[in-house]
């Protein structure tokens, strides 16, 4: 019997997945609880867009593995707050989510080794690296997603703006757009979690040798007020201001979306996965994604893409050959590919998928991805939290309270806190 979960101290918001089988059919993904006995086993993700593609995912294999329950729990916010809570109570789920790298990590006595099972081999190398541990594969990366500036296509076209590859010709834009009565920027500045990520897209990722200035940084070998690209994330940031809307700390996702899909901005810094937002509010809309410009060489402007999401068996829940058995099936399956390629959306992690979806923003991710014209995305290999605390110092710079300096001082205080915390 599957371990209640305490959902008062949980708070969790719960979904289940509803449906029954008949033909219990014996295929690549097959049950292998061989008794017949009935198993429940638990599902556990944050992304709230999809919600509803992990019900119709798990309806499916409950069609064809009728002895097995699949409850889905979707908990967007306070997510690792509730996987923790539900980790120490002995409630581990089968499957849960991770962001993979150091925030896989962190969750490390519960991941199961994945690296005997045969589509590991099928995942794509940019894919794998967030699921990659001392070597071993401790979980299935879910989908790629890219981030950089969303942009009206329609706009652009009508208005014969180009593209800026370099930051003088991201200003030289900006002018043009202003000139005609059009705000060139909707910054969704109330976010934290969106402008730790802009740390990374305008400084971080443009440091050379990234993976081993890493190193580096958690060793206490490298300040990141003493880095020259670091520097430059807030030259960016200026300019993002200067040419964007007065009110940006009061812009969240819905308020930016709404901005964009109405034509009251030509371009918001966003990642591939708002498409379902904007095109709910406007279905004709036509828009493109392009890296954030953040030198004056072309040749450096990469956008910043990586697997978004990675599942992982967690180690000691009640049911681990039921979850193993999931993923498997996800892997190998017809029924789950074209749920993961149409319902998800995703674009593709496995070697020999195809793109099949309508998101315009991740063409033009897997556009960067074909010219091998992509950075890793960096937050997830810093210290657990640090995306969020980066982002309100970075708040803290717009609303004026602190300077450049102060701001980098304390991106290097709030590291050094949160590293030897992890130590202790």
């Known amino acids: ?116 099972e045969e589509w590991t081999g099928n995942i794509k190398d940019a894919a794998l690296q967030c699921v990659t541990l001392d070597g071993n594969i401790m979980g299935m990366p879910i989908t790629m997603a890219g981030e950089g500036i969303i942009y009206n296509k329609k706009m652009f076209k009508e208005h014969g703006w180009e593209v800026p590859q370099t930051i003088t010709e991201l200003e030289e834009l900006c002018k043009k757009i202003e000139a005609e009565g059009i705000t060139p920027f909707n910054n969704q500045f109330a976010d934290d979690w969106l402008l730790g990520q802009f740390m990374s897209g305008s400084g971080y990722a443009y440091i050379p040798d990234n993976a081993e200035y ?120 017809e029924t789950a590919k074209q749920i993961m390629l149409e319902d998800y959306k995703v674009i593709p992690v496995f070697e020999g998928w195809e793109y099949q979806a309508d998101n315009q923003l991740a063409v033009s991710t897997i556009e960067y991805l074909d010219a091998g014209k992509t950075f890793m995305w960096s937050w997830p290999q810093w210290p657990v939290g640090y995306q969020y605390s980066a982002g309100k110092t970075y708040q803290n710079y717009i609303d004026g309270s602190m300077s450049s300096d102060e701001a980098l001082q304390e991106l290097d205080d709030t590291w050094t806190k949160l590293v030897n915390a992890k130590e202790e």
């Not at 095109?279 to 978004?308: R, S």
């Open 1 to 116: 019997m599957k371990k209640r979960w305490l959902a008062a101290a949980l708070a969790l918001s719960m979904v289940f997945a509803g449906g029954c089988g008949s033909s219990g059919k014996e295929d690549e993904g097959s049950a292998k609880s061989d008794s017949g006995d009935q198993v429940t086993i638990t599902y556990m993700q944050w992304q709230q867009e999809f919600s509803t593609a992990a019900i119709k995912l798990a309806d499916a294999y409950m069609e064809e593995h009728p002895n097995v329950k699949v409850e889905v729990i979707t908990n967007s916010d306070g997510y690792s707050e509730n996987l923790k809570a539900a980790l120490v109570a002995g409630n581990v789920p089968e499957i849960f989510v991770t962001e993979g790298y150091e925030n896989m990590k962190s969750y490390e006595e519960y991941l199961t080794d994945l690296s005997e």
């Open 214 to 333: 890493t190193k580096e940084l958690y060793a206490g070998n490298e300040k990141l007020s003493e880095n020259e690209q670091m520097k430059n994330s807030f030259k960016v940031l200026d300019l993002m201001l200067k040419y964007g809307q007065d009110d940006c700390m009061s812009y969240g996702w819905n308020e930016t979306c709404t901005a964009f899909a109405t034509g009251e901005a030509a371009m918001a810094f966003e990642g591939d996965w708002v498409w379902d937002t904007v095109y709910a509010i406007d279905p004709e809309i036509e828009c493109g994604m392009f890296a954030l410009p953040a030198t004056e060489n072309a040749e450096d402007t990469k956008m910043i893409v990586d697997a978004n999401g990675c599942f992982h068996i967690g180690k000691g829940s009640a049911h681990p050959e039921a979850g193993l058995d999931y993923l498997n099936w996800i892997a190998t399956s």
